[in-house]
């Protein structure tokens, strides 16, 4: 078993519907939870984390966080096009590291 | 304020030979970690370093290695230099509580 997971995708969605990413983790000692969206030939660039219980907002983003189910999600609302990129889920546990899933593919087409 | 600055962007090496890439974190970020991405492997973590100390190692021979200054700055080290070498390394610079900022990654090709 991978200790972060996610569906590879690709999830496609049309432009302004809700975008649903979705990530299962192992290890029930982790602590903090990263979404990451990397565009192709890009560096993984921060979109948020989320430490506590419950949904965490930022703009467009939302973070749902579950950890008696060991499931962290994105939301993406009014999905556009430039929002088309792999999304990665990151886990840390009380090392400083960072465990990241596969990544899931999104395209948002027009 | 300047983020994470990663260089060279882009390097070709031979086989057997060695390589040191460069990492400056955001200001005053302490922490400085590593990552090798692949389209195999995904990102993987290398190692991480804070105030000069190196706190953790992921999963690689010892033929990876790296440091951290006085600075923060940090470089890493890969001697004797196997085709499977290959990949995007990242580093990643942090505050206490904070999110991970990555750098632009140096583009590492072995032939």
Known sequence: QKEVEQNSGPLSVPEGAIASLNCTYSDRGSQSFFWYRQYSGKSPELIMFIYSNGDKEDGRFTAQLNKASQYVSLLIRDSQPSDSATYLCAVKKDTDKLIFGTGTRLQVFP | ?111
């Open chain 2, 1 to 111: 304020k300047a983020g994470v600055t990663q260089t060279p962007r882009y390097l070709i090496k031979t086989r057997g030979q060695q390589v040191t890439l460069s990492c400056s974190p955001i200001s005053g970020h302490r922490s400085v970690s590593w990552y090798q991405q692949t389209p195999g492997q995904g990102l993987q973590f290398l190692f991480e370093y804070f105030s000069e100390t190196q706190r953790n190692k992921g999963n690689f021979p010892g033929r990876f290695s790296g440091r951290q200054f006085s600075n923060s700055r940090s470089e890493m080290n890969v001697s004797t230099l196997e085709l499977g070498d290959s990949a995007l390394y990242l580093c990643a610079s942090s505050s206490p509580g904070g999110g991970y900022t990555f750098g632009s990654g140096t583009r590492l090709t072995v032939v």
